[in-house]
């Protein structure tokens, strides 16, 4: 692996150890119903975007954390298929702190784009 690659996969994990949560908000804050685990990676595997997709181990832990924090709500309902399964809704605060975190991103996201295109004078 080059040293190039090597930076590539350690930004990677930085951006990405940052924006799950607010990708799971949004992806649950859309959801007219309960989700769980396996069909929100399901939902992430729609965007084409590998770095969201290759996550799927790393959702649960964050879900769990979100649960506990108060963003979310869950449930556990039988499953016909295999064990039982975790439904998580988003809560009010949920929706409220997604509200924000969304616009942190969205001026965060403008800032970076600005400067990468030379656009900060």
């Given at each position: 692996?080059?040293?190039?690659?090597?930076?590539l996969?350690k930004?990677?994990?930085?951006?990405?150890?940052?924006?799950?949560?607010?990708?799971?908000?949004?992806?649950?804050?859309?959801?007219?119903?309960?989700?769980?685990?396996?069909?929100?990676?399901?939902?992430?595997e729609?965007?084409?975007?590998?770095?969201?997709?290759?996550?799927?181990?790393?959702?649960?832990?964050?879900?769990?954390?979100?649960?506990?924090?108060?963003?979310?709500?869950?449930h556990?309902?039988?499953?016909?298929?295999?064990?039982?399964?975790?439904?998580?809704t988003?809560?009010?605060l949920?929706?409220?702190?997604?509200?924000?975190?969304?616009?942190?991103?969205?001026?965060?996201?403008?800032?970076?784009?600005?400067?990468?295109?030379?656009?900060?004078?």
């Open positions: 692996m080059t040293d190039t690659e090597l930076h996969r930004f990677q994990k930085e951006l990405s150890a940052g924006t799950v949560s607010l990708v799971l908000l949004a992806v649950l804050g859309r959801s007219a119903q309960p989700l769980y685990g396996y069909q929100i990676a399901k939902q992430l729609l965007t084409q975007d590998a770095l969201l997709a290759s996550k799927q181990s790393a959702l649960y832990p964050v879900l769990r954390n979100m649960n506990a924090s108060g963003l979310l709500d869950s556990i309902e039988p499953s016909i298929d295999g064990p039982p399964r975790r439904y998580y988003i809560t009010e949920g929706r409220s702190v997604l509200s924000e975190w969304s616009d942190t991103w969205s001026t965060t996201r403008d800032a970076v784009d600005a400067i990468l295109e030379g656009k900060f004078q």
